[in-house]
Each structure stands twice: as structure tokens, then as C-alpha cells.
């Protein structure tokens, strides 16, 4: 069974980059697609976006450009970074298994989430 | 971007009462591919992920209680929660994938009352 688990620096400081881990076990990040999901105090679920190993990705345009997706093959890892983050972007961070192919689906499979808290 | 309300915004049941939550989204989510409603319902507990509980608007998930069961077509969906645990108590979302990006609704809490 898949399992899923984010990691993170838990404090950002406004205007640096935000960079999640989600570590895959049970199962290879070649199959399927990967989503990034976050939870706000003021959007509540908010889905940031998704990709596959190929590179086939998208993300949420609310997020402006800021976003980078990549999946890392040989640690079995998918990462998110989000750039010039502000207090908007405090809340808890998931990974999750999109069951979708061409075009996303429902998620099946979420890590516990990581909590990420933009502050100077 | 399409818009999932749901409504209430939360809801106080008695346990082994009936549980409703609507989700309406602003443009149909029933897709001429498959003839199917993209739209799936998720259960979110404090300190946990979320859950998948119902999927394609009336398709439980593996594992999930039949006491937990999804209707509508179109724009207009229900959640149905018969016979209220205690476990149940939660927050729960609608969610679609017929465009990206995919949306959420704002969440309904159950509550026992």
C-alpha cells in the first residue's frame, strides 16, 4: 500500500522559497500522477497542482507562476517549491496520489500533511 | 475557475440521525465522455489527512461505511450521512475535477449535537 509522507522547514520567512518534500513508500512515483494540495485558513482546501515522472505537469494559476513540481526518480521523492511566499501561504502543505491519467481525477491516497507557517 | 458551494456551513445532528450536505457547483459537472459526474467527497479530521469517501458523485470508495452515501447530477449534489456516529464528526468537502483547476468546496462540520 502507498504511503505518503511531506517534510519541511515548518517556518518561512516572507519573500524566501518554500520547499516540501513528499517521500513515496510502497509503491514508485513512475505510476500515476502526484498532487499537491494545502489548507488555509481563508481558501481552506486549495489544490496547488499536479505532475508525472514524464514532466506532464499543472498548477493552480492562483499561485502566479510561483510554483515548481518535480519528481526525483531514484529517492522515490516529489517536491514542491513555491517562491516569494507571503502570509497568505501559512497552512497545512499534503501530497497525494491523483488517480487521474490525462486529466486529474479524485485523490485516493494522502500523506498527514506538514504545517507551514510564513513569518519574519 | 468553477465554484463548489456547499452549504451549511456546518450542522448539528443527533447520533443515529441523518446527516445532509449539499455541494452546487457553477457549471454542470457531468462530462459526455463517460457520462459520469466528476465530482468526489472528502472527510477531513483534525490531525489526519483528508479521506476519500465518494467518488464519480455516488461511487464509495473502498472500505468506506454504506452509511455514507453520494447523489446529484449536473450542478446540484448531496452527501448523505445515515445513521451518525460519533466517529463522523468531522469536516467534509466536495471536490471537482471537470476543469482545472480542480476546486474545493468551503466545507461542512458535523457535529453530534
Known amino acids: 500500500q502507498v504511503h505518503l509522507q511531506e517534510s519541511g522547514p515548518g517556518l518561512v520567512k516572507p519573500s524566501e522559497t518554500l520547499s516540501l518534500i513528499c517521500s513515496v513508500s510502497g509503491g514508485s512515483v513512475d505510476n500515476g500522477y502526484w498532487a499537491w494540495v494545502r489548507q488555509t485558513a481563508t481558501k481552506g482546501l486549495e489544490w496547488i497542482g499536479r505532475r508525472h515522472v514524464t514532466g506532464n505537469d499543472v498548477h493552480n494559476p492562483s499561485l502566479r507562476g510561483r510554483v515548481t513540481l518535480s519528481v526525483d526518480r531514484a529517492r522515490n521523492e516529489i517536491s514542491l517549491t513555491i517562491d516569494y511566499v507571503t502570509a497568505a501561504d501559512t497552512g497545512i502543505y499534503y501530497c497525494?496520489?491523483?488517480?487521474?491519467?490525462?486529466?486529474?481525477?479524485?485523490?485516493?491516497?494522502w500523506g498527514q500533511g506538514t504545517r507551514v507557517v510564513v513569518s519574519s | 475557475d468553477i465554484v463548489m458551494t456547499q452549504s451549511p456551513d456546518s450542522l448539528a445532528v443527533s447520533l443515529g440521525e441523518r446527516a445532509t450536505i449539499n455541494c452546487k457547483s457553477s457549471q454542470s459537472l457531468l462530462h459526455r465522455s463517460n457520462n459520469r459526474n466528476w465530482l468526489a467527497w472528502y472527510q477531513l479530521k483534525p490531525g489526519q489527512p483528508p479521506k476519500l469517501l465518494i467518488y464519480w458523485a455516488s461511487i464509495r470508495e473502498s472500505g468506506v461505511p454504506d452509511r455514507f452515501s453520494g447523489s446529484g447530477s449536473g450542478t446540484d449534489f448531496t452527501l448523505t450521512i445515515s445513521n451518525l456516529q460519533a466517529e463522523d464528526v468531522a469536516v467534509y468537502y466536495c471536490q471537482q475535477h471537470f476543469n482545472t483547476p480542480v476546486t474545493f468546496g468551503g466545507g461542512t462540520k458535523v457535529e453530534i449535537k
Open positions: 497525494a496520489r491523483d488517480t487521474g491519467l490525462v486529466l486529474p481525477r479524485w485523490l485516493d491516497v
